[in-house]
DNA sequence: CGGCCTATTGGGAGCGCTCCCAGTCCCACG
DNA sequence: CGTGGGACTGGGAGCGCTCCCAATAGGCCG
């Protein structure tokens, strides 16, 4: 029932022969019509109901919503977004190679939140990632040509020509991290990265250790930068650029960075790491060089992934909100899709402070 | 040009009062419609090149081309799934736990090549992860409820409730990876992991060892127990279960196996891990057991994910060959969802011997 | 040279929604 | 009791495509 049998075949042709084939593809999901009817109300009033429920007597939202869950009735998204107007997905664009990409189990983390919470609005996750400039106008082209509704970025790098592109279209753009060189006119979602590694350094020194050395992340990256600074106001007037090596955030570099340091200053008794991966890398240096964590050489990181925890001794670190910038990274596009917001909304999480075996 | 006056407003409003304003959302995309006048056809023909160009006159196709091209013309998506009776979309499907997927590179790997393939064909890629049976309820009935046009699987345990579920509905879908119990009713794209893993083990046989333990994947799963099948094939009669520890595919779960093989048999000279992962696990155990790799102790992992190759020393392993087994997936689906194919089809896949210094 | 068949082409119908204009109904107010 | 106005509803129009039928244009055979 409730499934009429005018549903009209697709074109004029071969009528009373019996039903023609293509009606019966996939058990004719049903329609906002039939609900209408079995409701006993119009097309408009269910869209309606389906669209918040405003205007709309709450006895007859109940007898809709019953015909919707009877009929087992779900919204054609291609319609929807076809009548509405828009196209029904977000872009998250990562400009990283994908080595780094796996990685990083930050990326992982955003592209599950943003998976999930987009399935709930009923809009589609684009995953892109801008593995090099050609796939960058590649992707650009792409997000202008209307074929997303808004997008997320993860570009860690300061000279995205990407960025300088999409600045300028008119496409609702949400960044992750303060995007260097654009903080004004571009929306981002990002955590204050020089107070949180001031802190960490701080309490570094408080512990007693006077020798503190760092790997940064990249310095043209407004996480690494901004963290290299906390750790500079942290040390104060004993900073001396021989203790400072820079990374890339990959576990690697982090090897790297922490043995020269070492092969530098023999005697380090701690090492800031912008990352924690970077960190971990910085204890198999250590570990390599025969030092004992932390009793000779206390180690933080930066993040609080997974991997902190599993480190060999637990790393210290700082608990980057990940899960909450995604969600709040949102709730900006939304905004801005929805025309909701004045201009560029700039939003800075609160971090951590988490303490383990590692400082 | 091309973007005619007549291109009517939303409702029969306002007409002749300078032109409305949502007129100008978006600086009005080009539609077929326009492409179809800039080239002197109809909108059939158009239609008809954007789908593969046949019975459409070569001159006529490039014609259709050229307007394409000058108009910046693309597809609307939502127009076109709407129209074709399709939803856009193909679900991945993986139920692990968050920690183990950001772990493991290969889910990382074929989520990028699926993203960019289907992108490719004009369709989304869904990502779902089942991380617990209620989840897999929700993804299942959201699955079956049309709003995706296919799936991709990888699920790797047995005892799969949504397996069950999918493979009951119509919708086409493809496993990555053998799937236990339903091997004949559900395509499916996998390698051989019984002849690759015996293979290598017979090659550790070859070199020598004596005395070869391993490390197993989940038992539950097609590829922990294929390989372990193709291990003890190739020890023969010299088999003994105090040489095997079952693991998870963890890199923890490879350092405990290790040490409790190293425990009740501390003279090994061999170690087989049925994942890079595990053989990275392992690894750390023989350090910390004073074992030198591999002259002491010859180590083989599975996968030659890139951790493989950063391993100290590198890992000699298996090549998996995920994005193969991606695009084959990816084919195997699309035949499924055009109704190309008549029954369910299955894939094996070649793997290649990969020496490196460990063994 | 006429008729038949096939390769092309045009364009009507419709996909399942959202938007929005016109009512319709009902209640408070004068 | 008449009227204005707000809360609800119904349903036409249209989103930009694909499908498919009918129509046209050649080409080939007898």
Not at 113 to 122: H, N, S, T
Not at 124 to 139: K, N
Not at 169 to 180: D, E, F, K, T, Y
Not at 266 to 289: Q, T, V, Y
């Amino acid at each position: 029932m409730a499934i009429p049998a005018e549903r009209s075949p697709r074109g004029p042709g071969a009528e009373g022969e019996g039903a023609p084939l293509h009606l019966h593809r996939h058990a004719a999901r049903p329609t906002i019509e039939d609900v209408a009817q079995f409701a006993g109300v119009s097309r408009g009033t269910v869209s309606r109901v389906l669209n918040g429920g405003h205007h709309v007597r709450p006895a007859v939202v109940a007898n809709v919503n019953f015909a919707i869950e009877t009929l087992g009735y779900s919204v054609n998204q291609a319609a929807r977004n076809l009548a509405a107007g828009r196209t029904g997905s977000v872009a998250f664009v990562v400009s990283e190679h994908q080595e780094h990409i796996f990685e990083d189990p930050n990326y992982v983390l955003f592209v599950s939140v943003f998976g999930k919470e987009l399935r709930r609005r009923g809009r589609h996750l684009l995953l892109t990632a801008a593995e090099d400039t050609e796939e960058e106008i590649f992707i650009g082209n792409y997000l202008s040509a209307g074929h997303v509704d808004g997008a997320l970025l993860a570009l860690p790098h300061a000279d995205e020509p990407l960025l300088a592109r999409l600045a300028q279209s008119r496409l609702p753009l949400v960044v992750i991290g303060r995007p260097l060189g654009y903080e004004d006119e571009l929306s981002w979602v990002a955590i204050d990265d020089d107070t949180s590694a001031y802190e960490m350094v701080s309490y570094l020194v408080g512990r007693g250790r006077k020798r503190i050395g760092t790997v940064t992340g990249p310095l043209n990256t407004s996480g690494g930068r901004d963290r290299f600074e906390g750790y500079k106001r942290a040390v104060g007037p004993t900073f001396r650029a021989s203790f400072v090596a820079e990374g890339d955030w990959s576990l690697e570099s982090g090897r790297v960075g922490a043995k020269q340091i070492l092969a530098r200053h023999h005697n380090i008794d701690a090492l800031f790491a912008a990352s924690d991966l970077m960190a971990l890398g910085a204890l198999a240096a250590l570990r390599e060089a025969g030092r004992r964590v932390p009793h000779d050489v206390a180690v933080a990181g930066f993040d609080d992934s997974v991997a902190a925890s599993l480190a060999d001794p637990p790393l210290t670190t700082v608990r980057h909100p990940c899960e909450e910038i995604a969600l709040e990274a949102l709730r900006v596009l939304d905004d801005l899709m929805e025309g909701r917001s004045a201009g560029p909304e700039h939003v800075v999480l609160p971090t951590e402070f988490v303490r383990r075996r590692s400082a």
